[in-house]
């Protein structure tokens, strides 16, 4: 075997251990749906009058509302990546994975990607629930997978950075801590509200962010409206955000394994 095939089956060996403590530990698991679920209810039902009545009322602003949520979502699948990582750092089991013949970035991979699918299961849940209060996309099987696609980029750069911050968390508590910038991120942009509709620092900063692009991208694909430039720029977001949390995370791993 080569050493690639070596790195594709250590890693699918990871991701089968991952997958195995998210079966054992379904609550952990979902539980990064609950929080976008609430604020969906919260904000459909207790805000969507006022807020949604310049949109064409309550059932107009589900509409808008609910890319924001999703992709929020996969922002708050970002906080059980990095306490699974931290918890895997700090209770000894790395010790053993350093005695055993496995390839050193195997251990990383493995979670990404099991966090990634589990990041994607929240995510059906939530257009679920998106679904039962009345949301009706007029997206065909092409936006569909395009949304899909976009989706899965937006976890997967983002779960990379969560994988960093697992890293540099000496507790489990502090790696709850890390994430939550990145998932109240999506509050700060057009998931809620129009960027225009902000004071001027504030839409400078919602229109330039990451996640307003991406928001705006899955809005018009669920829609079947133009998205613009903004798919272009969400993936150059996602490529970016991807690349970076890697090369941290992997330099933060190598140095962690080698004391």
């Not at 990404?112 to 629930?129: D, H, K, P």
């Not at 790696?175 to 939550?180: Q, R, T, Y």
Request: glycine residues 10%; proline residues 4%.
């Amino acid at each position: 075997m080569s050493a690639l095939s070596y790195a594709v089956h250590d890693s699918m060996t990871m991701l089968r251990r991952n997958l195995r403590h998210a079966l054992r530990y379904p609550a952990v698991s979902l539980g990064a749906s609950m929080m976008p679920i609430l604020m969906l209810l919260l904000f459909v039902y207790a805000f969507g009058d006022s807020i949604g009545a310049g949109m064409g009322g309550r059932d107009a602003y589900l509409e808008y509302l609910t890319p924001g949520i999703v992709i929020m979502g996969v922002a708050s699948g970002a906080m059980s990546t990095s306490i699974a990582v931290c918890s895997d750092m700090t209770e000894g089991i790395i010790n053993r994975f350093r005695t055993m013949n496995i390839t050193r970035s195997s251990f990383i991979t493995g979670h990404v990607v099991g966090s990634v699918i589990q990041t994607m299961v929240s995510v059906v849940l939530v257009v679920a629930v998106a679904l039962a209060l009345g949301f009706r996309p007029d997206a065909g099987p092409l936006e569909w997978l395009a949304a899909a696609g976009l989706l899965t980029a937006v976890a997967f750069a983002v779960t990379w950075l969560a994988a960093a911050f697992g890293l540099i968390s000496k507790t489990v508590e502090s790696a709850s801590n890390k994430p939550l910038l990145v998932q109240f991120l999506p509050f700060l942009g057009s998931a809620f509200v129009p960027a225009g509709s902000m004071s001027p620092g504030l839409r400078w900063f919602a229109e330039y962010q990451p996640f307003t692009p991406m928001t705006e991208t899955l809005r018009g694909l669920l829609s079947g409206s133009e998205i613009g430039a903004n798919g272009w720029i969400s993936l150059g977001w996602c490529a970016g955000i991807a690349l970076f949390g890697y090369v941290w995370s992997r330099s933060l791993f190598n140095s962690t394994t080698k004391r």
